[in-house]
C-alpha cells in the first residue's frame, strides 16, 4: 500500500431539509455572495427561491446558464463578478459542471490573468474565494474533491485542474433534489460515479485490499440502485445511496494506498471536447471496449476479482469469468437506456486520430493501469463507433 494524505474537510449536511442550514454555512465568510447554476430546473423545484430566501440578509449577486460541460467563458464573467462586486464566497447550486465552474471562478477571483491559464497550468492557481456547495445530480463528486474539468471550444480543449483548495468548505446532498431529474442524467450520472471507482479500482497496486473493497461496494451499489431510480424517481433510499456514493467515489477515499493515471476519463474528455457530448455517456460508451482492449494475461485476473466480487460471477475459467464481466458492463449501461456507441451520438471516424493524439498530448498515458499510444486510443475510439 502506497502513502497518501486524506484530509476530507468538508462539512457534509445530508439528508431532507439540510437547505435549512444554508445561511450558517456561508455566513461565516461574508455577506457578498455569488450564487452559480445551470439552466432552469432550480427554478422549477423552487430551489432557487428557496436559496433567495434563506440568504435574504446576503447581497447575493448570480451566475446562471452555467453548461453541462462548463466552458471558460462562464468562468470568465463569474470572475469578473467576483472581482467587481468583491465576492467573500462562492455558492455553487447545481451538479458537477456547476460546481467545477464555481471552484475555477473562485481561483480566478484572484488571478489577474486569464482564467484558462489555471485551467492549463494548475500551478498558477494561488488564493482561492471558499465554495459551498447545494448538490442537485449525482456523478462527479465534485462537491468534496479538488477538481474541475472546464471546456475551452474556441481550442477544442477540455482540461482538468485541480487544487486543494477548490475542496468546498461545505456541501449540502438533500437526495430529494434528484427527484426531478431526466432519466438520461440519472443514467449518466451513474456511469459517471461508476468510472471513477474503475479508474481508481483497475491500477498496478494489489496491496490496496481495503480500497478495493469499498470500491466494489460502491459498484454493487449503483448496480442496485440505478434501475430502481430510473423505474422510480421519488424513490429516496435509491436516490440517497446513489448520491452517498457519488460522494465516496471521488473524495479521496478509494485512492488512499494506491495511485496511476487515468484512461477513460482522458478519452472521453476528447469527445466531450470536439462534440460536446454527455460526459456520462461518453464515458459508457468507451469504457466496455478498453476494457476489452486490455484485456490479457496480466489483467485478466483483476477483470475476473471484478467479475466475481461485483457481478457474483461463479466462473473458473479467469478470461471467461472476465468477459462475462466485461459484458454485464455493457449491458447493465445499455438497460440504463444509454447509447452504446458512437454512432449514436453524432460522433463518426473524422476526427478519431486528431482525438488520439490530443489525448496524448494533454495526458500521460504511460503511467495508467495498461499503457496506452496513440494508435492504442485510436482502435479503442473506433471499436466504439
Not at 1 to 14: E, L, V
Not at 53 to 76: H, Q
Not at 118 to 136: C, M, N, R, S
Not at 262 to 291: F, K, N, Q
Request: hydrophobic share 40%.
Amino acid at each position: 500500500m502506497n502513502n497518501f494524505r486524506y484530509h476530507a474537510y468538508t462539512d457534509i449536511r445530508f439528508g431532507k431539509g439540510q437547505v435549512e442550514c444554508l445561511a450558517g454555512l456561508v455566513a461565516p465568510y461574508g455577506k457578498n455572495v455569488l450564487m452559480v447554476y445551470g439552466g432552469g430546473s432550480i427554478r422549477k423545484n423552487g430551489l432557487y427561491d428557496k436559496v433567495k430566501e434563506l440568504l435574504a440578509d446576503f447581497n447575493v449577486y448570480e451566475l446562471g446558464g452555467v453548461e453541462p460541460n462548463p466552458k471558460i467563458t462562464s468562468v470568465r464573467e463569474g470572475a469578473a463578478i467576483c472581482k467587481k462586486e468583491k465576492i467573500d464566497v462562492v455558492l455553487a447550486v447545481g451538479g458537477g459542471s456547476t460546481i467545477d465552474a464555481a471552484k475555477v471562478i473562485a481561483g480566478a477571483a484572484y488571478y489577474d490573468g486569464e482564467p484558462w491559464d489555471l485551467v492549463a497550468d494548475p500551478g498558477k492557481i494561488g488564493k482561492v474565494l471558499p465554495i459551498v456547495t447545494i448538490l442537485t445530480l449525482a456523478a462527479t463528486g465534485s462537491e468534496m474533491n479538488k477538481n474541475a474539468v472546464i471546456s475551452n471550444m474556441e481550442t477544442n480543449e477540455k482540461l482538468g485542474t485541480a487544487s486543494h483548495d477548490f475542496i468546498p468548505q461545505a456541501s449540502i446532498c438533500d437526495p430529494t433534489y434528484l427527484f426531478t431529474l431526466p432519466a438520461m442524467q440519472t443514467a449518466a450520472g451513474t456511469a459517471d460515479i461508476m468510472s471513477h471507482i474503475f479508474e481508481q479500482y483497475f491500477q498496478a497496486t494489489t496491496s490496496a485490499y481495503i480500497s478495493d473493497r469499498f470500491a466494489e461496494s460502491l459498484l454493487k451499489t449503483c448496480i442496485k440502485y440505478c434501475p430502481i431510480a430510473l423505474k422510480e424517481p421519488d424513490n429516496y433510499e435509491a436516490r440517497a445511496n446513489l448520491m452517498w456514493a457519488s460522494t465516496q467515489a471521488l473524495n479521496g477515499l478509494l485512492s488512499c494506498g494506491k495511485g496511476g493515471g487515468w484512461t477513460c476519463h482522458p478519452i472521453e474528455h476528447e469527445l466531450s471536447a470536439y462534440y460536446d457530448i454527455t460526459h456520462g455517456v461518453g464515458l459508457a460508451i468507451v469504457t466496455p471496449r478498453w476494457m476489452r482492449y486490455i484485456l490479457n494475461d496480466k489483467t485478466v485476473d483483476k477483470f475476473c476479482e471484478y467479475g466475481r466480487n461485483v457481478w457474483e460471477i461463479e466462473e473458473n475459467d479467469a478470461y471467461t469469468c472476465a468477459n462475462m464481466a466485461i459484458d454485464a458492463t455493457e449491458q447493465f449501461f445499455k438497460d440504463c437506456g444509454i447509447p452504446m456507441t458512437l454512432r449514436e451520438v453524432g460522433i463518426d471516424e473524422s476526427k478519431i486520430d486528431l482525438m488520439a493524439a490530443d489525448t496524448i498530448k494533454y495526458n500521460d498515458m504511460n503511467g495508467t493501469y495498461v499503457a496506452l499510444s496513440k494508435e492504442d486510443i485510436a482502435n479503442i475510439l473506433r471499436a466504439s463507433l
